[in-house]
């Protein structure tokens, strides 16, 4: 029954229904920028809306506002491509994920984790990572 109710409330308002796509595309990053790994604080458009591009999970990544400002209306492959934090581990997620492949992005960027984290920083979330390294 509360499912049900759920469907309808939905359907009586879409803005709910976005939001929680939204959050769910947060969560299948744990929240974390696509090309940095920092805190994901909106929703890039791969492909700009302005070229096109549609409002799809394939189209629509979890971006920290620093890279979604900075992309805005590049081509996001090029423009990662220049970026320090630039990971080949990451375009490939990124990759995968606008092919729908949500499932392999997640272990590319599981993959790419690491050498985000410098040794100092992080020191409480830290210590598989500083297992692995030791
Ligand atoms: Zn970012």
Redesign the pocket.
């Known amino acids: 029954m509360q499912a049900r109710d759920a469907v309808f409330l939905e359907e009586l308002c879409p803005k709910l229904r976005v939001r929680r796509w939204r959050q769910s595309l947060h969560t299948y990053t744990d929240k974390s920028?696509i090309?940095?790994?920092?805190p994901?604080e909106s929703i890039d458009h791969v492909l700009p809306r302005s070229h096109g591009g549609l409002s799809i999970t394939e189209n629509c990544v979890p971006?920290?506002l620093?890279?979604?400002g900075d992309k805005s209306n590049n081509d996001a492959f090029d423009w990662y491509r220049r970026q320090r934090f630039y990971d080949p581990r990451r375009a490939m997620a990124i990759r995968a994920w606008i092919d729908g492949d949500i499932r392999l992005a997640l272990r590319l960027l599981q993959w790419a984790k690491p050498s985000h984290i410098e040794p100092n920083q992080n020191k409480k979330t830290n210590t598989d990572w500083a297992l692995q390294a030791a």
């Open positions: 920028c090309y940095c790994g920092k994901s971006a920290c620093a890279c979604n």
